[in-house]
């Protein structure tokens, strides 16, 4: 198979940096959207619905098109895919990531803006406690979320465990 060249290498990495930006930004942005708040009002109800915005905008096509250049690097340059530790931990983490905004995040954010939108003709404010242990969870999920995207960054920087895995 025939690999990148020089300015090829350098285009991909652009497209993977704008990429990884969309992800971590975004998700960066729906933690503090997401923060919990002592009184849920209906500012809290759009705050939700502006992450579930930036979700559709951001956060899925940014994961989605960094993995798709990330199959591009592991194809069509010397990288390879699981080559290195590092690399090997950026897969791992990054699916993990993805699993836990795909089935965890995404459909409990759904949920809280349902829940929330149904009662919201009804009152001004709703004790924070009226989610139960969802708002809860939909922040530590968030977090987890963003710090693993930073921790990715630094991998990605400074490439610990620059050892090749011997086959």
């Not at 710090?147 to 490439?159: A, D, E, M, R």
């Amino acid at each position: 198979m025939k690999m990148l060249s020089p300015k090829g290498m350098k285009t991909l990495k652009v497209f993977h940096l704008l990429f990884i930006m969309m992800w971590t930004i975004g998700v960066l942005t729906m933690a503090l959207l997401y923060w919990r708040p002592s009184v849920v009002s209906l500012d809290f109800l759009y705050n939700q619905q502006t992450a579930l915005f930036i979700d559709y905008a951001l956060v899925i096509p940014g994961a989605m098109l960094a993995v798709v250049t990330g199959v591009i690097y592991g194809l069509k340059t010397k990288w390879g895919f699981f080559k290195y530790r590092w690399l090997t931990v950026k897969w791992i983490v990054g699916v993990a990531i993805i699993l836990i905004g795909t089935f965890g995040l995404h459909p409990l954010s759904i949920d809280i803006i349902e829940q929330a939108s149904s009662t919201a003709n009804e009152c001004i404010a709703f004790p924070s406690d009226f989610f139960g242990s969802k708002l809860m969870v939909v922040n530590w999920m968030a977090l987890i979320q963003g710090v693993g995207l930073l921790f990715l960054i630094w991998v990605s920087v400074f490439k610990p465990w620059n050892k090749k895995i011997s086959k």
